[in-house]
Structures are given as C-alpha cells and as structure tokens.
C-alpha cells in the first residue's frame, strides 16, 4: 500500500473552495440515472485507459498555501435552508493534482459546475489564487448545519472520510484497492462526481471511478445521524484487466504504536494510532479480533470466510489518558464497520501492514477479497453498508471483548508475555482460556479477574518463539465448547 502523507490530507480538510449558484456551467442540462451512469462505466471500460494529466499549477500548492487559503463561507453551495447541509469544494494540489468533474442532480437531470479563481480569501502571491478558471476541483466536503465542521469529504485517488460522533476524522475508506499486498498496488480514481441533494442531512453521491484495470459506477447515499454518518453503497465494476488481488469495502488506516509496542514510539504521547483493531464477525457467529501491529516488514494477514456478517477497523481504545493528545484527539478517532448487503461467497478479509514511523503515513488496509478469479468483461455488483461511529464491539453480540493488550519479557529467559484483558466477564466468572500458537510453543497460561476493576479478566501467557522468528497466537475465553470472548489472533514479533 502506497503511502498517504497524513499532514497534506489534514490540511486539505481546512482549507476549501467556494462555489455560488452562478458559477455552473454553461449548458443544456442532461438526463441522468445510475442505469445511465453504469452504462457510461461499462463504455469506458471496454476502452484503453486514459490517464488525466495533473494540472501545471497544482505541483505550487503544498500544505502552507492549502492551510493559508480560506474558503469564503457565504458561498457555499446549498446550505440556503435552515438547518440544511452544504457543499464545499477543495482546489487542485501537490497530493492531489488531477482535476476531476463536479455536476448538480435535480429532478433527473444533471448540471456541471466550474471552478472560479475567486473561490477563496488566499494572500498575495499563495499559488491557490494563481490557480486558473480552467483548474477543475480536486474533491468536496459536505458542510453540517451549523458549519463548524464536515461530515463527509472526497478528496484524492477514490479515498472518502467521515468523522466521528466527536467530529474528530481519522481512517480513510476508498472504492477500491487492487493488488494492495502485492507490491505493485494500482490506485484508480473517481474522475466524475454527480451530487443530489436528498435531505437536510443527506446527500446521495454518484461517482464514475477509471483506472488501469476496472472502471465501475458507484453510489454513495450518505446521512449524517446522532450515532455518525452511514452510507449505504452500490457498486458496478467492469475490469479491463485480470486482477490478482482485487479489495472490495477497503479501509486505510494508521498505527504507529500503543502499550503493547512501546519501543517502537520516539513521540512522548503513550499511543499514536487511528486504529487499534480489526474486529470480524463471521457467518456462524464467531467475532474476530486482531489487534493491529507495526510490522518490522510488510505483513498480510489473510482471514477465510464465507458470507461474513461485517468487518471493520476499530479504534476501542477511547481513554484520553492512554494518548495524552489535546490537539487532535485520538481517543475521538471513528470506527469503521463494512456490512454487505448481498450474499460476499467465498473469501478472505485481508489485513496489510507496512512498517511506519510517522503519525502522518498511512500503514494499514483492509477489505474483503473474493475467491473468484476477476477476469475482463465480467461484472462485479457489490452492495454494502458503511457505519462510522464510535462502535467499540459490533461484532461481539454479548462476547467479552479485548479491552487492553500487553507485552513484554516472560517468566523464562528468552520468552515473551503477552497479557490481554477482557471486558464484559461477569464478576465470580471462571471461564476456561483456550491457546494456540504457530512458529513457538506455549510455556505457561494463567488467568484472573483484575483486582478493582468490575468485569475485566486478565490473561497472561509465556512463550518461546522458534528462533528469531515470529509467532502466531491464538486465544480465547471459553466455557465448555462455548465461545465466551471474542476469539483473538495476535503477531509476536512481526
């Protein structure tokens, strides 16, 4: 996974363009439908891919000028209804260069926007301003009612974000991640986007996504609730090419290190990371918890499945004193929850890590990877459900859950530790801990509940890895043959 500069989407985030009625385009309104807009997609895929150069001027505008230009608020787009949301417009920059189409959907038709100059409040000589009137945009946000934040952005490749209850943004999803954990990733973009205004707090998104292997049509019907944003996604892809790793419902995120990684942090704040925790609920009930990690090489994770209930990347830990950040809050980051919609089939959820050490650099993916071969001309529908929030466990359904995890030298020389803490065990509880362990052998398992603390269940165990090699653990809380926890996979020495 190639890596995203953290700082310049921040900053992308803050500084945006204005756009008023008067500024679309001038021309004829065109009819438009998602079947038209599948159509265009399956036109363009049986076509040589044509990349859209970057524009001359973009390379100018780095993370200061992005910062310096103020969006002029009275111009926002919609937002002229009490308690309406409102559409605001990012300028092209050195991430992200390639201008991309913006039209409005009224009543079945579709009206293009331009870009204007004058979008902004930029000082004298910030290159924002030289931007010229055929620049285009680079992406939108989407405005809350008050205007003191945005709930939803698109901005660069096929990369999307919302925040979280808090309105705190962390983890990026995208439309589409092809050949991720092969070395040789391929990043198509949204070149066409089509907003629809459904409701004061709700806006359906269409977009046409182009790239080297698929092009596809998608729509996005978002809404902005008391628990986040959810949007409800449907997808029509048509690859050009064979794909070997195609990544359905992907989600980029970032850990750089936590408690249980304390060596590998240089920063003074105890955790830096927007996830903690890839969390899967499977067909016949089992939650799936692994805890992230940052790797020492890259590293991939693969989780067969048929017909999973959901996956995600959590941010659990919600504790302020375990990051200490008063400036950008990582005990506020969201938690992103995939749902299909439609019967997946055979696969794998994948977990891809790369080695950071930088808040700013984007290190982990995941998504689903369907068993079936992807050739060209063979249609792929996707339908899923998207749910940013706070969400510590939607997985569990009444499971403990890993609540803190911890590692460190064990009993005997040359061992490791790993403790990991259940919540949600009732108190006088005495369930059974079930190991396993790949790559090492399991010397000692002990567990207890945590002296003071109502509901949460430490267990400890000491094991001696083969060589200087890496081990795989398995663990669970058990009654019986009964699942009594989430069941957990955790890397030692990875």
Known sequence: MTQIDRRAMIAAT??????????????????????????????????????????????????DALHAARFRDDRTLWGDLPGDTGIRFFPLSNTAPQPVQIAIVEKGQTTPLRYDPTMFDAPAGNPVAALGPDA???GFRIMNAKRDGDWLSFLGASYFRAPSPQKQFGLSARAIA????????????????????????????????????????YRF????????????????????????????????SMFWYDQANRTQGTDWRPEIHDSDLLSIASADGT???????????????AFAERDPRGFGLLQRDRDFDHYQDDGVYYDRRPSLWATSTKALGQGEVRLYAFPTDSEY?????????????????????ASYRLDWSAAKAPA???????????????????????????????????????????????????????????????????????????????????????????????????
């Open 178 to 217: 092809i050949n991720t954990s092969l070395g040789k990733e391929e990043f198509p973009r949204f070149t066409h986007f089509w907003l629809e205004r459904t409701g004061n707090s709700s806006v359906t998104i269409y977009a046409l996504l182009d790239g080297i292997s698929i092009a596809g049509a």
């Open 221 to 252: 019907v978002s809404r902005l609730g008391a628990d986040g944003v959810q949007q409800d996604v449907t997808a029509a892809l048509f690859p050009r090419k064979p794909i070997e790793e195609l990544g359905l419902m992907p989600m980029t």
């Open 136 to 138: 285009g945009f680079a």
């Open 14 to 63: 803050g500084a945006a363009l204005l756009l008023p009625a008067s500024l679309r385009a001038q021309t004829r309104p065109d009819p438009f439908s998602w079947e038209r807009l599948v159509a265009q997609a399956q036109k363009l895929a049986r076509s040589p891919y044509k990349e859209t150069p970057a524009y001359p001027g973009a390379a100018k505008v780095d993370y």
């Open 396 to 494: 569990s359904r009444g499971l403990a859950i890993v609540e803190n995890v911890w590692r460190g030298r064990g009993g005997e020389e040359g061992s490791d530790r790993l403790v990991v803490d259940f919540s949600g065990v009732a108190d006088g509880s005495k369930p059974d801990i079930w190991t396993d362990i790949k790559g090492g052998t399991m010397l000692k398992t002990a567990g207890y509940p945590v002296l003071g603390k109502s509901g949460l269940y430490r267990t400890v165990l000491d094991l001696r890895r083969n060589g200087a090699g890496s081990a795989d653990i398995r663990l669970q809380l058990r009654t019986g043959n009964r699942a009594f926890s989430e069941y957990v996979h955790y890397p030692i020495g990875a």
């Open 361 to 381: 650099t984007d290190n982990v993916a995941a998504y689903w990877t369907p068993a079936a071969r992807v050739t060209p001309g063979k249609r792929i529908d």
């Open 287 to 301: 939650a799936h918890a692994r805890p992230l990690v940052n790797p020492s090489a890259p590293l991939v994770s």
